[in-house]
């Protein structure tokens, strides 16, 4: 079955920096698209970054273009998540998980414990 455990957050001050870190399992990793969701207390979760199965194509959700990059290692089934110019906005539970299509919200696996990050001065 699909695993997937996400580690890399932290507490970090407005204007800071980190890289999430996901690896995977249970499934054929590096012919599926991966993406990062966060949900923050109280509301939905967001997708905020997702990559096609080379990882040459990717799309951000505008609240984060320009800040976080999403990247994968095929031959580690990893995907990452570099955040920069982080702010409090970007605290929450970050999440990955395979989709469906590139273009799809549908996930292929169980959710996982998630990493929580925390932007605060």
């Known amino acids: 079955q699909v695993q997937l455990v996400e580690s890399g957050g932290g507490l970090v001050q407005p204007g800071g920096s980190l890289r999430l870190s996901c690896t995977a399992s249970?499934?054929?990793?590096?012919?599926?698209?991966m993406a990062w969701f966060r949900q923050a207390p109280g509301t939905e979760r967001e997708l905020v970054a997702r990559?096609?199965?080379?990882?040459?194509?990717?799309l951000y959700a505008d609240s984060v273009k320009g800040r976080f990059t999403i990247s994968r290692d095929n031959a580690k089934n990893t995907v990452y998540l570099q955040m920069n110019n982080l702010q409090p906005g970007d605290t929450a539970v970050y999440f990955c998980?395979?989709?469906?299509?590139?273009?799809?919200?549908?996930?292929?696996?169980?959710w996982g414990q998630g990493t929580q990050v925390t932007v605060s001065s």
């Open positions: 998980n395979a989709l469906h299509t590139f273009y799809s919200t549908r996930v292929l696996g169980a």
């Open positions: 249970g499934f054929t990793f590096s012919k599926e698209p």
């Open positions: 990559t096609n199965p080379s990882g040459g194509v990717s």
